[in-house]
């Protein structure tokens, strides 16, 4: 099969959640036998996140970019909309700061040249990493199958953050704008099942089918590994959902956890968060980016993701059980793999001190790490082949 795949975010390095994903889709791929082109359209509401020639190196000829590889501004009218929010603080009104054009970020200019690609390639599906770029299928012929992986739900996204107590917000759209940029695809990938159930209710059945593919990667270990079994470990990018977790995970739990158990260390890769360098007199370490997160998870007993908000499903939730790792985390940070708990991952809320005597009961019980670490991969194991069967089956129909 031929395809190509448009995403605003780069897989290669895969230093976040998004990145993470295009590279298991991508991988998924490769494992049905796609010959696939790689086509990026780097977007100013998206960080791609590239990284010298990594995404070159990675696939070779197979690799495009978009508008010779600048970051597209977007047309006009959505350009104005970003000015009055910076310049004249409109954007301190929640609605206009909310509020975003849903084609905006796709240019005349940037369609035409990706339809060229299409014309060049001939594939016989599309997938379109984000529904925002949904504007690039709108002319294609109906014999192409139009996909998009859709990330996350976007629809009134930014009140539901703020519903859950979050700061963390990003692009959001309204229901109707939502259904707009959906309907122009066949198929629609929900992360998770409850966003697949909201897609499907907000589409006409008979014209778009919603599937849920939620883990595309088999585990990365053969078996539970920690090196270090008295580490906790926490990968974040530098975004205030992950900040305001780790915040709360140290000032609520971390002293009472070191109290029982004194040689305990917390290992944070990805961010830096100098706001909370203080806590290093507390057994807490920064690494920033690390060149293997497989070294970096072999390092820890178990993982803790103290999300509270956000939507989506959780990558880092889900890399932490593809290492073999067991997993701590919250409802929120659970999201979309609820049925993990008691399968390599414990779920309770962040507030209560009952958080805290799980770490604990995981750090001095070596036997619980390594039955859980075992079980985590093998839920990891089942959910990747569901997902492949489920994605095999509308690429091959």
Not at 31 to 44: F, R, S
Not at 311 to 319: A, F, N, R, Y
Request: hydrophobic share 40%.
């Amino acid at each position: 099969m031929k395809g190509i795949l448009v995403t605003p975010v780069v897989s290669e390095p895969a230093f976040s959640g998004n990145s993470s994903r295009v590279a298991q889709v991508i991988a998924a791929l490769a494992k049905l036998g796609v010959d696939l082109e790689v086509v990026l359209c780097p977007t100013a509401i998206i960080s791609d996140r590239r990284a010298g020639s990594q995404m070159k190196d990675r696939y070779r000829e197979k690799y495009h970019e978009l508008n010779n590889g600048e970051v597209i501004r977007g047309r006009l009218y959505q350009r104005i909309l970003n000015v009055a929010k910076k310049r004249l603080g409109a954007g301190r009104i929640r609605k206009v700061q909310d509020f975003m054009f849903e084609d905006g970020y796709v240019t005349s200019s940037v369609q035409k040249e990706f339809e060229s690609l299409v014309k060049k390639f001939e594939p016989e599906f599309v997938i379109v990493e984000y529904a925002i770029l949904s504007k690039l299928v709108e002319n294609l012929p109906s014999s192409i199958t139009k996909i998009v992986d859709t990330h996350d739900r976007f629809a009134e996204r930014n009140e539901r953050i703020r519903a859950s107590g979050g700061t963390g917000t990003w692009f959001s759209l309204s229901s109707a704008q939502e259904k707009k940029l959906l309907e122009r695809f066949d198929h629609i990938i929900a992360i998770q099942e409850r966003e697949g159930d909201c897609f499907t209710n907000l589409l006409d059945p008979l014209r778009s089918k919603v599937s849920v593919i939620s883990i595309l990667n088999g585990p990365f270990r053969s078996g539970y590994v920690a090196k270090v079994p008295n580490s906790i470990g926490f990968v974040g990018s530098n975004n205030r959902h992950n900040f305001e977790g780790i915040r709360l995970f140290l000032t609520s739990h971390w002293l009472s956890i070191r109290s029982r158990v004194n040689d305990a260390t917390l290992l944070i890769a990805g961010a830096d968060y100098p706001e909370l360098h203080e806590w290093t007199e507390h057994g807490v370490e920064f690494l920033g980016r690390v060149d293997s997160l497989g070294g970096f998870y072999d390092k820890c007993g178990f993982v803790v993701n103290p999300c509270l908000s956000g939507t989506g499903l959780k990558i880092k939730s889900v890399e932490a059980l593809s290492y073999c790792k067991p997993l701590i985390t919250t409802p929120e940070g659970a999201e979309g793999i609820a049925d993990s708990a008691g399968q390599g991952s414990v779920v309770h809320e962040l507030s209560d001190k009952g958080f805290a005597d799980k770490c604990v009961e995981m750090l001095v019980n070596r036997t619980l790490q390594n039955e859980s670490g075992t079980l985590a991969g093998n839920y990891i194991q089942r959910h990747y082949e569901k997902s492949m069967r489920v994605l095999e089956a509308f690429l091959r129909n």
